[in-house]
């Protein structure tokens, strides 16, 4: 009876030091962030996207992405992707930016604000119409 008892208290000794081992680490954070939540139309936003599994590309009407959100070429955070935008010319409101992570979506929201004034919704094309040069 003694050796059985003794047995016993040892397996329950050594169990959290086992379950210790075998626990895997928790798992990174998922998130998408942006360097503005809001901005007028021709602005720059850059994207920080987390994801440990398959990133999904990022998707949205209101920005325009000029760099998809890839991986350091240094391997830092290898979770980590960072990309860039520019704010779309639609109309002003919120919307969603979203990507999947996993297969699981991750979202938020960036308000458009209104063109600022002034500010040229289309660019000229060619020369300026200065006269035909009869007056010289």
Request: with cysteine; aromatic share 6%.
């Amino acid at each position: 009876m003694k050796i059985l008892s003794l047995t016993a208290a040892c397996l329950l000794a050594l169990t959290p030091a086992a379950a210790a081992q075998t626990t895997s680490p928790p798992p990174l954070p998922t998130w998408l962030k942006l360097s503005v939540y809001s901005g007028h139309p021709g602005e720059k936003v850059s994207l920080t996207v987390a994801c440990d599994g398959e990133a999904g590309p990022v998707t949205t009407t209101a920005l325009r992405i000029t760099t998809p959100p890839a991986r350091n070429a240094e391997g830092h955070q290898p979770w980590a992707l960072f990309g860039e935008s520019v704010v779309a010319a639609v109309a002003p409101g919120t919307y969603p930016v979203s990507f999947r992570c996993a297969g699981k979506p991750v979202s938020v929201r960036f308000t458009v604000l209104a063109a600022k004034s002034g500010q040229v919704k289309v660019v000229p094309h060619g020369a300026p119409r200065t006269g035909d040069g009869s007056a010289a």
